[in-house]
């Protein structure tokens, strides 16, 4: 086990324990949250690692506390503007709990995505995610995020990619009263 998965494996349900379990200060009247996500993936391929602009669109409903579940959809691309884009989508179950103006979050999601693997050709298939990411209240009900994910790439992904793939970027959440 590399040093990366095992930070992984340890740090995000350590995170979503201390979410869960928080004082936080989640609006009663908040029933959930858009957010848009812009940043890069980096896909390792057998010559080597990529990086992939993606974007994604997330809608989440509350749970209970910070808790909560939702579904998203994803467009990586081979290159900006967008070109050759790759779709997929899939659930979460996630905590955002605020501390102030401060909003850490985690997330643990099961997708099915089309992937850039080479010169013009795609790959489909399953992956498992943890994202993590740290975020500033900038107005009410609006939060602006950094994020940092890690996905395992399931069997059909790994004729052409490795099993693992990285991701980061910027959010804006907000959220629906």
């Known amino acids: 086990m590399t040093f990366r998965s095992a930070f992984v494996r340890l740090l995000a349900p350590l995170t979503l324990i201390v979410a869960i379990l928080s004082p936080s200060t989640v609006s009663a009247d908040e029933i959930g949250a858009v957010s848009v996500r812009v940043g890069s993936t980096c896909l390792e ?8 602009p993606t974007v994604s669109l997330a809608g989440s409903l509350k749970l209970v506390g910070p808790l909560e ?20 989508g899939g659930v979460f179950l996630g905590a955002r709990p605020a501390f102030g103006i401060f909003r850490p979050s985690v ?21 498992f995610g943890v994202l993590l990411g740290f975020g500033v209240d900038v107005h009410a009900g609006v939060t ?13 992904h790994t004729d052409l990619l490795g099993t693992n793939s990285w991701s980061g970027g910027l959010s804006l959440t907000f959220a629906m009263p």
């Open 69 to 88: 579940v939702g579904a998203f959809g994803r467009v990586t691309a081979r290159s900006l503007p967008l070109k050759n884009p790759g779709f997929g």
């Open 45 to 52: 391929h057998s010559d080597g690692s990529t990086w992939h």
């Open 144 to 156: 602006l995020s950094a994020y940092a994910g890690h996905e395992w790439l399931l069997p059909n």
């Open 107 to 127: 997330e643990m999601s099961a997708a099915y995505q089309r992937l850039p693997a080479g010169q013009h050709q795609f790959t489909r298939g399953w992956a």
